[in-house]
């Protein structure tokens, strides 16, 4: 009632009578009083979190399997390689994946360091798959609330060098983002409901498999795998597009023959030298190397269009690629680039980045099939 009395007497009305200086001044006090009032309570009463420790999984997995190829990327990797598929294809070949929806070179690094490097495993291989510009750009989900607490869960101790690389790229803004997450985690937990709604609905709806993973995952005693975790991305993407089918077919896309990649324009941003140093990507190699006898980076092609053309490259994004091999052969590292593979049709895409499940077995195959030397 007070701050409603103290605002009704600060209305146009009731300054009609007290015009000049005085009025400015309340004018900002009562900016200051509505930011008070907006920020002030839940700096107060922020609900305690517990400390989030080292989650050794990853560490557990590798050491358990000893794997002898590694794979690391995002939810792109995890629709694409089948692990148990190469063992099928490579009798007694053992192969794992580090990968997680939504990430991106931050964590790959933190993957490669903490988990890879102290678990002994010594892969003949180490695939690291990225799309365009992901190898120079650690940014992900980092800035969100559960972004945060994936990298907390994959730091050991201090990590310095993850924190000057990710202090340049966040700046400013994205610590003060980072910090009004904290206090207002509202979008956070709409974007969480969400996907609990969807999979509660995709309990009921979707496949069996589907609801034997989402079963374990809830009260399962042992932890989900990889494969298992691809599975569920692939599945979920699969019932939004389900939902929203009859709003967005692809039958009534346009056919495009636009560039794919980065837009043009851009050429100052996509320096790859002036990125280099500010990127996890010469620790990457240089802890690769350490670890895995070979170390692979592969680019992840970009869906073509309906009627199966491929898109060309912007200008910037090719003397980007350029600099990218350039960089890379005088490190001794290969690069495959998959952007030249015409064996993936459009219908095998859920959408831009992720294959469907029914074609994932058909992708390792020529995975395999492609790097055939590094699987000898």
């Given at each position: 009632m007070i701050m409603f009395?103290?605002?009704?007497?600060?209305?146009?009305?009731?300054?009609?009578?007290?015009?000049?200086?005085?009025?400015?001044?309340?004018?900002?006090?009562?900016?200051a009083l509505i930011l008070a009032v907006i920020l002030v309570p839940p700096a107060l009463i922020r609900t305690q979190r517990d400390p989030i420790r080292f989650d050794d999984h990853h560490l557990r997995q590798l050491q358990a399997l000893q794997p002898e190829y590694v794979f690391v990327g995002s939810s792109t990797l995890l629709s694409r390689i089948d692990p148990e598929w190469i063992g099928a294809l490579r009798p007694g070949t053992r192969a794992y994946l580090l990968g997680e929806l939504g990430s991106m070179s931050a964590l790959w690094y933190l993957w490669v360091?903490?988990?890879l490097l102290p678990s002994g495993v010594r892969p003949k291989a180490l695939f690291i798959h990225f799309r365009d510009t992901e190898l120079t750009d650690p940014i992900d989900e980092t800035g969100s609330v559960t972004g945060q607490e994936k990298i907390a869960r994959n730091r050991v101790g201090d990590e310095a060098l993850f924190d000057r690389v990710m202090g340049h790229h966040k700046g400013w803004i994205g610590r003060l983002r980072e910090g009004l997450l904290g206090l207002y985690p509202i979008q956070e937990t709409w974007r969480q409901s969400g996907l609990w709604l969807i999979d509660g609905i995709g309990f009921f709806a979707a496949?069996?498999?589907?609801?034997?993973?989402?079963?374990k995952r809830l009260f399962g005693s042992e932890p989900v795998t990889s494969s298992e975790a691809a599975a569920m991305v692939a599945q979920r993407e699969h019932f939004k597009r389900q939902l929203a089918e009859g709003i967005?077919?692809?039958?009534?896309?346009?056919?495009?023959?636009?560039?794919s990649g980065v837009s043009g324009g851009e050429e100052e941003r996509l320096l790859f030298s002036a990125r280099l140093e500010h990127s996890f990507l010469p620790e990457l190699i240089r802890l690769g190397?350490?670890?895995a006898s070979?170390?692979?980076?592969?680019?992840?092609?970009?869906?073509?269009?309906?009627?199966?053309?491929?898109h060309g490259e912007s200008g910037p994004l090719r003397a980007y690629m350029a600099d990218l091999r350039e960089h890379l052969t005088r490190e001794g590292v290969e690069l495959h680039d998959f952007n030249d593979e015409r064996a993936f049709r459009f219908e095998m895409y859920l959408d831009g980045g992720h294959i469907k499940p029914e074609f994932r077995r058909f992708y390792?195959?020529?995975?395999?099939?492609?790097?055939?030397?590094?699987?000898?």
């Open positions: 009395s103290w605002l009704k007497a600060r209305s146009p009305e009731a300054r009609q009578t007290r015009p000049g200086v005085r009025d400015r001044w309340g004018g900002w006090l009562s900016v360091k903490n988990s496949s069996p498999e589907y609801r034997a993973y989402l079963h967005f077919s692809t039958a009534n896309q346009r056919v495009l023959k636009g560039k190397k350490e670890v070979r170390v692979v980076l592969v680019r992840i092609e970009s869906r073509p269009a309906m009627d199966e053309t491929r390792t195959e020529r995975f395999v099939e492609r790097l055939a030397e590094v699987f000898r």
